[in-house]
């Protein structure tokens, strides 16, 4: 019997054993990221739940943005860790987008996610969002942003003068 695929709603559900705390490694793959987040080889970071991702995105109001350092810097603060791996904490945030359209198109009750106000770092649209960096785009203009090109990457102008980090 062939297994059937997960929806993007299954992917988003918490797992049980997760959060993990782990002492960061130089061999992480999210070492870069979180070390220039501010922690070193030795501290503990936090591999945390879809939920809590999920949840810091759903407090970016209208005309406000979040970039991947100020969701896992708000999420590191809570157990009072160094960081959040930004490797988990990336995939959480475009599985959020993911389900958040999946359940619109199935017009199922909405997850009320405004994902398109979560970005990457240094302000970059995220690809892998529903229908990639031109239609994250689109929504983020539609709430006033203005959006600039950066070689093949869009990117918010001015994105610093925008971000919400009361996560």
């Not at 992480?28 to 220039?36: I, L, Q, R, S, T």
């Not at 759903?58 to 930004?86: L, W």
Request: some cysteine; overall charge neutral.
């Amino acid at each position: 019997m062939a297994s059937r695929r997960k929806t993007w709603l299954e992917k988003l559900a918490d797992k049980d054993d997760m959060p993990k705390y782990l002492e960061l490694e130089e061999r992480f793959p999210c070492y870069n990221a979180v070390h220039k987040m501010g922690a070193d080889a030795g501290d503990t970071v936090v591999l945390v739940n879809p939920g809590e991702v999920m949840e810091a995105m759903k407090k970016v109001p209208r005309g406000r943005v979040a970039t991947i350092v100020e969701i896992c810097k708000a999420i590191a603060r809570r157990p009072q860790v160094k960081g959040c791996c930004s490797l988990t904490t990336g995939i959480f945030i475009m599985t959020a987008a993911n389900a958040a359209e999946e359940v619109s198109a199935a017009g199922g009750e909405s997850l009320d996610i405004p994902y398109w106000r979560t970005l990457k770092a240094d302000g970059y649209l995220n690809e892998k969002y529903p229908g990639g960096a031109e239609a994250h785009a689109e929504l983020l203009e539609r709430e006033g942003f203005e959006i600039e090109r950066r070689g093949k990457r869009l990117r918010v102008r001015n994105y610093q003068n925008f971000v919400f980090a009361d996560l």
